[in-house]
């Protein structure tokens, strides 16, 4: 089986916010803090737009109270940037 995955960066919740418009991906990895906004922000403004979508919240701040209000405002996952395997199994899904 063949698997095409296309990857777009965004350093910034403006740039991210314009990918999403232009690109509209089935997954989104997200990090809570970014240099002009929060990912939680984006987390629920994709989902808003795109309800289906995938969303990953993938941090340095493997936090319990972040992971459960990711996970309450839509996010699919909740990864600690030190587990990468984790983050990479969620393709295979």
Do not use: H
């Amino acid at each position: 089986m063949d698997i095409s995955i296309e990857i777009r960066q965004a350093f910034n919740c403006a740039e991210a916010i314009q990918l999403f418009s232009d690109f509209v991906p089935d997954k989104v990895i997200l990090d809570i803090a970014l240099p002009d906004g929060s990912g939680l922000e984006l987390l629920q403004k994709f989902k808003k737009e795109k309800p289906s979508i995938v969303q990953v919240i993938f941090t340095n701040y493997p936090i319990d109270e972040f992971r459960r209000m990711c996970i309450k405002m839509g996010s699919n996952y909740f990864i600690d940037k030190s587990d990468l395997n984790s983050l990479l199994n969620t393709f295979k899904e």
